[in-house]
């Protein structure tokens, strides 16, 4: 029997062969590769702004979590952690409010490593910590390949127990928003562990989602409305106006085609919101009872992955 020839997978320990310099090189490659932080961390990342100002200083990166649009600090290093860094992460974290903080680096210290399990213990749901390792890796020859070990979550982050309980929308009580919570987290399972539609692991607690579309400031997502329907959109919602009526515009060049395929559709300019919104709905509320809630999961699965089929074509070819 012939002895297959295997290659080494072996890790590359200097970092900064590959981005000599933490500012020029380093936090520009993480702004830029976004998405794979948050598949690590199981959240679908918007990136928001490169050296966002705080007071006197810079904080390295903010994002958004798109599925509960709360803001993430992200704060970069390529040596091991240290005390100066977790100070200036704490500072941040104040300064912009945030609910998720994340600290990337070459090597965690166990000391910073329990100062985050630490953290975690004693802010409850509302702020969250993580710790992430970035390693090199390559196999031979080849070009090393980044890895993102997460060495530090919340508590349950990975066992799916956190609930968010933000206010970003009105959820009512407490068990109704625990209602939306279990709704959305079936349609998150589904959506990820079935078709890859999101990296997204912690469903919200109020009354919709939204998932990553692959272009800034536009999303899918899925709702239920104050007037008991529930929907599926194209939310254009970029800080640029001009931007979203652009692609309003552009994508109603396509209405009949477009609703071909997907039915009709409510397009709609939001002025009071400088935003857009291309929506689907039927009936449907979180109070209904659970066959029916199972039936508009499988309808918002069903229509989202059209969603995507149809508009996401057409949007990146409108976003060149």
Excluded at 104 to 111: G, I, L
Excluded at 211 to 239: C, D, S, W
Excluded at 242 to 248: A, I
Excluded at 255 to 268: V, Y
Aim: with cysteine; charged share 25%.
């Amino acid at each position: 029997m012939t002895t297959p020839k295997l290659a080494k997978i072996e890790r590359v320990p200097d970092l900064r062969g590959t981005w000599p310099n933490e500012a020029q090189h380093f936090t520009p490659w993480l702004a830029d590769n976004i998405a794979e932080l948050g598949a690590a961390l199981g959240m679908d990342l918007e990136l928001q702004q490169i050296e966002a100002p705080v007071g006197g200083y810079s904080l390295d990166i903010l994002a958004t979590d798109l599925s509960s649009n709360r803001p993430v600090i992200i704060e970069n290093q390529l040596e091991a952690t240290d005390h100066s860094h977790l100070g200036q992460l704490l500072t941040y974290a104040a300064g912009f409010d945030a609910e998720a903080v994340v600290w990337v680096t070459r090597e965690f210290r166990d000391e910073h490593r329990q100062a985050l399990d630490w953290l975690n213990q004693r802010t409850g749901e509302d702020t969250q910590f993580f710790g992430v390792a970035v390693e090199l890796w390559r196999i031979g020859d080849s070009l090393p390949a980044p890895h993102f070990n997460v060495v530090a979550t919340p508590n349950g982050w990975r066992k799916g127990t956190i609930a968010y309980t933000t206010g970003a929308a009105s959820t009512g009580s407490s068990e109704r928003g625990e209602r939306y919570r279990q709704f959305f987290q079936g349609l998150l399972d589904v959506l990820r562990e079935v078709h890859n539609f999101t990296h997204a692991r912690r469903a919200p607690a109020h009354s919709w989602i939204n998932f990553p579309l692959g272009i800034g400031g536009v999303t899918y997502g899925a709702n239920f409305t104050g007037q008991r329907e529930a929907r599926v959109e194209v939310y254009m919602g970029h800080k640029d106006e001009d931007r979203n009526l652009m692609f309003l515009e552009g994508l109603q060049v396509y209405e009949e085609q477009i609703q071909s395929r997907l039915g009709i559709l409510d397009w709609q300019p939001l002025e009071n919101r400088k935003a857009c919104r291309i929506a689907l709905s039927r009936r449907g509320s979180i109070e209904d009872d659970d066959d029916s809630l199972a039936e508009i999961q499988d309808w918002m699965v069903d229509n989202l992955l059209k969603f995507q089929q149809v508009f996401g074509p057409l949007l990146t070819e409108l976003s060149k």
